[in-house]
Structures are given as structure tokens and as C-alpha cells.
């Protein structure tokens, strides 16, 4: 039996109008949604509801809901919460649903809802969700998240590093993914001091985030495998 395809789409705008069904998408947005949603669950949330639209996260406050957003790596006026996956990891926060809406992470989301399965993706989580994909073989598409429609360095590495660690196991379908493989092999030994020279890692460090992007580098710091079901992300493995 042929192994399932694996493409990868650096950002969202690379996602071909082509059907998904019978199709996973693994959103990966490293800075941060993808790790933030990988964190606030491996910490014992119940579930992470991701709303692209501003406006509809914030009428989650009437409900028994944490509400967090971000837009341009800050956190928006009216909204106590960020997209810190730092915040997310006290007792405060075991067993409720955080309900998160960022700049581009959770409208990859958006663009995924036709797909058979939606998963998360991060260096968090990077071995759970590879044996995950080992265990359910299954046509899949690694949606990288970027910054405006635009490709993100952080985002490739991560695509690059399921690549490489899944060719065995899948059929690398398009040149995107030939390219992140070769971009992950030449910063697989330093992580860190790659994503330095990423705009996001910038923006992040220019607004006092070094926490965050210390822990988003953080290989299987959070290793559970959020899937999406019916309208929100839980742990599937
Ligand atoms: C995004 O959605 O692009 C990121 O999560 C942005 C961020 O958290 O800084």
C-alpha cells in the first residue's frame, strides 16, 4: 500500500482551493497559537474554542470561558487575556476553555474546517504529533500559519522538521516541503539562534517577549496532540 501524501503549504495563501476532505490539515503557528493551544492543554485546560473573528471572542465573556486574543503580538484593548503560552499553565486555569483569537493562526483554522481531521502543530509537541501521524497514516497537509498571508521562518522550520522526521512514513508531495526539509536540516543543531532571525522572533523580542520565544523553541515541552472536534480543540493523544 502507497504511503498517504504529505504537502506542505508555507502559508495559508499556498492552500489550493482543492478539496480537503478525506484530508488532515496540521495548522502549525509556532509563534504562537499553535504552541499556546498545545500548552494551555498539556496544563490540563479542558479546550481551546479558536474564533478568527475579534469580535466573536468577545462575546464568549458572557460564558464561563477564559477569553484571550491577540493582533499584531499584543494583546487587544478589553481583553485581559493574551496569546502567552506562559499563561496558561497554572492551577487557575485546569479544566476550563480557553477561547483564542489571533492575527493568523486561527484563521488558518478558518480556512481548515472542511478537512477530515485538523490538528495542532509546534516544536512543543513536535515527537506526540509525529507519532501521532505514524500511527493514523492519512493524506496530510501541513498549513503553516505565517504573518499576512506571508511565509514565517519559524513556521518552516517546524513544517521542515515534520518533513524529514515523517519521510519514511509519507510521500513528500511538493517542493515546499523539499525546501523546509532543507531549511530544518541546516538549523536542526540550533533552533534558537535560527529563530532569532525570523521577523516574528523581532517583533515578539521588541515587544518583551523573550519568555515565549524561549518557550516556543522548546522541543516536546508539551507533548499532547490537539485535535479539532465539532468546534473546539481538545487532546486526542
Ligand atoms: C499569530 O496568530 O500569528 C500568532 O499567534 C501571533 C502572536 O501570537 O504573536
Known sequence: MANPGLTTCLSPAQLAEESLLAK???I????????????????????VITVADIKAAATYRKGDFIVAAE???????GFQYGNSPLTYQTKEFINKTLVLSTSNGTNAVEKSKTASEILCGAFVNLNALIAYMQKHPMDSILLCAGWHEQPAFEDSLLAGALVKMLKADYSIENDAGLLAGSLYEKHAMNLFEA???????KRLSG??????????AGINVAPVVPQWQKDRFVVVH
Not at 502549525?28 to 479546550?47: E, F, N, P, Q
Not at 493582533?71 to 484593548?77: A, D, I, L
Not at 529563530?195 to 522572533?201: G, I, R
Open 24 to 26: 488532515r490539515i496540521v
Open 28 to 47: 502549525i503557528d509556532v509563534l504562537r497559537a499553535t504552541s499556546t493551544i498545545c500548552a494551555a492543554l498539556y496544563h490540563g485546560m479542558k479546550s
Open 71 to 77: 493582533r499584531q503580538g499584543k494583546t487587544p484593548e
Open 195 to 201: 529563530f532569532k532571525q525570523s521577523d516574528h522572533f
Open 207 to 216: 515587544l518583551g517577549r523573550e519568555e515565549d520565544l524561549r518557550y516556543c
